[in-house]
């Protein structure tokens, strides 16, 4: 079983930053894509940015250059530092991952992690 930890939300004022991060543990043999999403109240969730196993990003229009993605193979971890906050970035954050079981990718979500960007 594959478990999913999202850490680093919390409230932060229009203009600053904050960075999440998302630790995958359990049996885990490759993670393909890891991703971050978010879900604001009353919206449906969509992605905010992707990263493949081999470092290529990929970004929602409304965050490309604020936010940035990485990841560290070697520990499974996936990070996302936003900057440049507003409040439209307000949402429940969530990880996610590709997990290779045998010879079939399944997708893993975190429990998500509450973003607040005051005005």
């Known amino acids: 079983q594959v478990q999913l930890v999202e850490s680093g939300g919390g409230l932060v004022q229009a203009g600053g930053s904050l960075r999440l991060s998302c630790a995958a543990s359990?049996?885990?043999?490759?993670?393909?894509?890891m991703g971050w999403y978010r879900q604001a109240p009353g919206k449906q969730r969509e992605l905010v940015a992707i990263?493949?196993?081999?470092?290529?990003?990929n970004y929602a229009g409304a965050v490309k250059g604020r936010f940035t993605i990485s990841r560290d193979n070697a520990k499974n971890t996936v990070t996302l530092q936003m900057s440049s906050l507003k409040p439209e970035d307000t949402a429940v954050y969530y990880c996610?991952?590709?997990?290779?079981?045998?010879?079939?990718?399944?997708?893993?979500w975190g429990q998500g992690t509450q973003v607040t960007v005051s005005s």
């Open positions: 990263i493949t196993s081999g470092g290529r990003t």
């Open positions: 359990g049996r885990i043999f490759s993670i393909k894509d």
């Open positions: 996610n991952g590709e997990f290779l079981y045998g010879s079939t990718w399944y997708g893993h």
